[in-house]
């Protein structure tokens, strides 16, 4: 890595780049290994760092992501809380501010991750009971009213589906790319069949695919993989 990392320092330097090392993260993934910057001094490890708007994790798992954004979301859903409670506004209209403000964030990031099926119903959950606030629906508890008949008077679909749309038209744009490091992260180069994993394959039940469980649905929704 620290080879890597002169490389790196070296290419800039020839167009009168430094590397800033303040600025410089390290995130270990399967490795304890220690980094050392030119001057003989450690990088100190993270489990998890942000980049390009975007949290990684060490475990590669897409669950603190998640979180964040989900965090994020409620903040500036709190922070438009009079636009939700105008009188003047028509519901169109706040649920066309809420997909503009919220709804974006939620998706940020989201497009190139696939979610367990626990981590889709925190996504739905979180949607809904926006949906409930901005159309002065109680929780199903007090009101009786169910989260498919929240997302009817909303004319909408739970968020998880209206993602899976977004993971379909990207997985289809990437077939039809030329090689390229994104698209061969995903089919064989040259064809539209999914790369095969690379490395050995761990113990126990392998993780969810973004590649195979997209392309699942794409054979779903075309019919047949002949159809694709």
Known sequence: MEVYLAAVAQAGAEYGLSL???????LRVKSNEAVHK????AFVPHDSMVYLGGLLAGDGKPEQELSRIIGLATADFKALTRVWSHSVLSRSRKLHIFHACVVSVLFYGLKTVWLSAVSRRRLDGFYVRCLRKILRIPASYYSRVSN????DRAD????SQQLLAQQLCYFGK???RSNGPARDSVFRPGAVFLAERAGLRP????RDSWGEQVFKHAVLAAGGADQL
């Open 20 to 26: 800033h090392l303040g600025k410089t993260q390290l």
């Open 156 to 159: 909408s679909k739970q968020l």
């Open 174 to 176: 990437l077939a039809l």
């Open 203 to 206: 113990r126990g039940r392998p």
């Open 38 to 41: 030119n001057t003989g001094e």
């Open 148 to 151: 498919k008949t929240v997302l």
